[in-house]
């Protein structure tokens, strides 16, 4: 065997030990990063599920993708395999990056409707990126809804300020999002903004107060809501008296 040939072998058995070095850094780097956090196995919508189609149909065209999330980002009733659906069918439309819950499955006499909890209705709102977490909300999730605008004595007698309104509240399903038209600046110009569409399990109590924070029902007291994804160690509470100009800095 020739010196160019030992010298060629040599190389080519460091340029290999030099890449299984930098894999195990990198594995152990991103274990590190992880460290303190449990990691749980999830499924994720790859592609669009269109309504109607069964879990095993959906399984077979390779519509499913299993991911490793940190505990904190996954929805409470997220499911780990096709199994439990296999023989229902998504009754919502799911889109990629979803994660695959339960509550988008059912049978197929479900699919003109939503499967709504019992003794609740359900509610729809238009939200901005912005408003719903930069799109992260997905059915599933549950939110803590903030208000915007004034509310007499709450907000130092009427000026303006932020509270919150309610806190888990359960998401049913998220729209697609679409650009929608939005006044921008002082001048009142329209600039086209993205939004979805977020449908709500409440009650008729909470209904009300969403509808009314919304600032559709012509009032001027609220202009809007912001939704805050919570998960199972979230603390908020509707004690607090929200911020305002009198407290933003105390």
């Excluded at 003794?119 to 992260?136: H, K, N, T, W, Y």
Aim: hydrophobic share 45%.
């Amino acid at each position: 065997m020739g010196r160019r040939t030992l010298l060629l072998i040599a190389a080519l058995v460091v340029a290999a030990l030099g890449t299984v070095l930098v894999w195990m850094y990198a594995n152990n780097a991103n274990q590190a990063a992880q460290e303190g956090q449990k990691l749980v196995s999830v499924l994720v919508a790859k592609s669009k599920i269109e309504v109607g189609t069964s879990g095993s149909a959906a399984q077979s065209n390779g519509s499913f993708e299993q991911v490793t999330l940190p505990q904190s980002a996954v929805t409470g009733s997220s499911l780990s395999s096709s199994s439990p659906i296999a023989n229902q069918v998504a009754i919502v439309p799911i889109f990629p990056g979803q994660q695959i819950i339960s509550q988008q499955w059912g049978t197929a006499g479900q699919t003109s409707g939503l499967a709504i909890p019992t003794g609740q209705i359900a509610l729809s709102v238009q939200l901005g990126d912005p408003e719903r977490v930069a799109g992260f909300v997905a059915p599933g999730s549950t939110v803590a809804i903030f208000a915007t605008g004034t509310s007499g004595a709450a907000a130092g007698q009427g000026t303006a300020t932020v509270r919150l309104l309610l806190a888990n509240i359960s998401v049913l399903a998220v729209g697609p999002t679409t650009l929608v038209s939005a006044a921008a600046g002082a001048n009142a110009n329209t600039e086209q903004i993205p939004a979805a569409i977020l449908t709500l399990a409440v009650t008729q109590d909470q209904a009300q107060k969403i509808i009314y924070a919304s600032g559709k029902t012509g009032a001027a007291t609220f202009s809007g809501m912001y939704f805050a994804l919570m998960n199972a160690d979230s603390k908020v509470t509707v004690d607090n008296l929200g911020a305002n100009g009198a407290n933003l800095f105390k």
